[in-house]
Every structure is written in C-alpha cells, then in structure tokens.
T-cell receptor
Framework: DAKTTQPPSMDCAEGRAANLPCNHSTISGNEYVYWYRQIHSQGPQYIIHGLKNNETNEMASLIITEDRKSSTLILPHATLRDTAVYYCIVRVATGANNLFFGTGTRLTVIP | SQTIHQWPATLVQPVGSPLSLECTVEGTSNPNLYWYRQAAGRGLQLLFYSVGIGQISSEVPQNLSASRPQDRQFILSSKKLLLSDSGFYLC???????????FGPGTRLTVL
C-alpha cells in the first residue's frame, strides 16, 4: 500500500514553477522519498530522491521538511512536456526492492 | 548506456489463453529486475522481482508467473488469462535493490 498522499490534480502555467506536494507522515528514519513521473502510455521516469537534505538535479528540486513528514517537488520552469502524473514514493533504503506507487498527482501545464 | 526493452507493445488476448511478455536489459550486468502492473486509473502494483538468474520473488498472489532464464531477461507468463489481467505491464531494472528503478516502455494487455 502507498504510504504517501498527494493531491489528485494540479495546473501550472507554462514557464512558471510547479510545486507538487506530498505527505508522508508515517515515514521511517531509514526511508527515502522518491519522485517519478509518467507521461501518458509510457513507463515511469525517475526524477529525484532524497533522505532528509534538499536535493537538486537537472530536472527538479526536492524540498523535504525538517520533520520529514512532507516534501515538495519543484519543477522550476514548467514546460508543456512536463504534463504527466507525478508519483511520490517512500521506500526503505536497504533490504527492499519494491516501489509502492499510489495514484499520484496529474500535473497539467497550461500554455 | 543502459536500455530496457519490452515486447510486445500492445496485446489483445482472449480469456483463457496463455501469455508471455518479455523484457530485456542492455548495458548492465546482474541487474535487479521487476514486473509491475498498472490498472486503468490506478497506481503501479509490484508483481515480481528478481535479484539474479532463477531467483524470483512474488509480491502478490496471481495467476501470473515470472522467470529469469538469463541475466538480463525477465519473462512474465500466464497459463490462462483472466479478464482482470488486463492492464499496463511495466518492466523495470535497478543496479542494486537500493537504487532508483528505470522503467521500460510497457505492454498494454487487453483480455477480452
């Protein structure tokens, strides 16, 4: 079962930052937060992950609250190609193989 | 670079027929391999994962089975398909079980 909750949908204007929230209030100390996205009819694409520090890569930034009970994925300049379903996942750092995907947030980037 | 392939891309099968979906990974050795299913409007459900040749772990009781005959080949099978087996089947790989997973393009299966 998914251990995260996300809003079902969000809109964002093209060129603006998209901020996607995720609640994971039962996260354990050894669990990472992962973000994936899935464009229609394609396989999920890995975006970013983190444990407790904020992370940034070429795709996005991940902000994790100090208590680690929630996080925000930030797409700094959303484009139309960022329209997708975004999944927030928590998983144990070691000893586990699986990713529990919930229903995610459907982000629509509007021209 | 690593690539993951799945075929077929789409498949329509009658109820009671057998199934064989194939996944292969290139550019890496001894990957961890995974089969997921995504039903319409729902998240992904892990079905099987494998840490090596001949080593298969099942996450959910199904009328499906998985096999790993070669290091970079993962096969999902069924002897008799059910209507409820319809969905989008995704294969994924990771370097180690702690690492991020990379997904294939998926197979859309429709059971009629």
């Amino acid at each position: 079962d998914a251990k995260t909750t996300q809003p079902p949908s969000m809109d964002c204007a093209e060129g603006r930052a998209a901020n996607l929230p995720c609640n994971h209030s039962t996260i354990s100390g050894n669990e990472y937060v992962y973000w994936y996205r899935q464009i229609h009819s394609q396989g999920p694409q890995y975006i970013i992950h983190g444990l407790k520090n904020n992370e940034t890569n070429e795709m996005a930034s991940l902000i994790i609250t100090e208590d680690r009970k929630s996080s925000t994925l930030i797409l700094p300049h959303a484009t139309l190609r960022d329209t997708a379903v975004y999944y927030c996942i928590v998983r144990v750092a070691t000893g586990a193989n699986n990713l529990f995907f919930g229903t995610g947030t459907r982000l629509t980037v509007i021209p | 670079s690593q690539t993951i392939h799945q075929w077929p891309a789409t498949l329509v099968q009658p109820v009671g027929s057998p199934l064989s979906l194939e996944c292969t990974v290139e550019g890496t050795s001894n990957p961890n391999l995974y089969w997921y299913r995504q039903a319409a409007g729902r998240g992904l459900q892990l079905l099987f994962y494998s840490v090596g040749i001949g080593q298969i772990s099942s996450e959910v009781p199904q009328n499906l089975s998985a096999s790993r005959p070669q290091d970079r080949q993962f096969i999902l099978s069924s002897k008799k398909l059910l209507l409820s087996d319809s969905g989008f089947y995704l294969c994924a790989w990771s370097v180690h079980r702690d690492n991020e997973q990379f997904f294939g393009p998926g197979t859309r299966l429709t059971v009629l």
